[in-house]
């Protein structure tokens, strides 16, 4: 099936840890970006990346790592630095690097931190 | 820059009623483009659709329908005879020419259709 995976769906972790973030696509999309989204709230973007090897800070970007090594993963890493980081995580693929192709998105990532 | 404002925080009506959920844009390019999105309970945002600043034609897609008004900035989306089933977070979003590959979004409406 063509899509995209996050795993796992529900993740815990105690503060102070690091904690990564799987997405993965068989979409053969170019652009794959990370949301994150706290409850009654819109999506703020944290990092996109348009091409392989290559990656941007998006608003958000402050406590969170990712890298671009293939076309098909773009692993989100939430660091002990990251103030607040119990949220929904969302991954998202467009077909192109420019804005106008709309987003697929994963099923997203419940993290909690205690 | 561009900005969108989704005005309309909750909505709640009875199945079988028409509603409207507004989205206003704001940027300053002439080349741009704008999406509505669904959230259902499970998450996962689903594409709805996609018009370009050059294309102001309105569509229909089933009980769906979105009307595009550049003179107000506008992209609001109808859904006709609602059914329990459309409950769900519906997001607009926009982008630009010049914005790299970024989507600006609303902060959402939550529509409750109620049996």
């Known amino acids: 099936d063509g899509g995209i995976t996050q795993s796992p769906k529900y993740l815990f972790r105690k503060e102070g840890q690091n904690v990564t973030l799987s997405c993965e696509q068989n979409?053969?999309?170019?652009?794959m970006y990370w949301y994150r989204q706290d409850p009654g709230q819109g999506l703020r973007l944290i990092y996109y990346?348009?091409?392989?090897?290559?990656?941007q800070k998006g608003d958000i970007a402050e406590g969170y790592s990712v890298s671009r090594e293939k076309k098909e993963s773009f692993p989100l890493t939430v660091t002990s630095a990251q103030k607040n980081p119990t949220a929904f995580y969302l991954c998202?693929?467009?077909?192109?690097?420019?804005?106008?192709?709309?987003?697929?998105f994963g099923p997203g990532t419940r993290l909690t931190v205690t | 820059a561009q900005k969108v404002t989704q005005a309309q925080t909750e909505i709640s009506v009875v199945e079988k009623e028409d509603v409207t959920l507004d989205c206003v844009y704001e940027t300053r390019d002439t080349t741009y483009y704008l999406f509505w999105y669904k959230q259902p309970p499970s998450g996962e945002l689903v594409f709805l659709i996609r018009r370009n600043s050059f294309d102001e034609q309105n569509e229909i897609s089933g009980r769906y329908s979105w009307n595009f008004q550049k003179s107000t900035s506008s992209f609001n989306f109808t859904i006709t005879a609602s059914q329990v089933v459309d409950s769900a977070v519906y997001f607009c979003a926009a982008s630009t020419w010049t914005n790299a590959g970024k989507s600006t979004f609303g902060d959402g409406t939550t529509l409750t259709v109620k049996p």
């Open positions: 979409l053969n999309h170019d652009a």
């Open positions: 990346s348009q091409i392989v090897n290559d990656f």
């Open positions: 998202a693929t467009a077909f192109g690097g420019t804005s106008s192709y709309e987003q697929y």
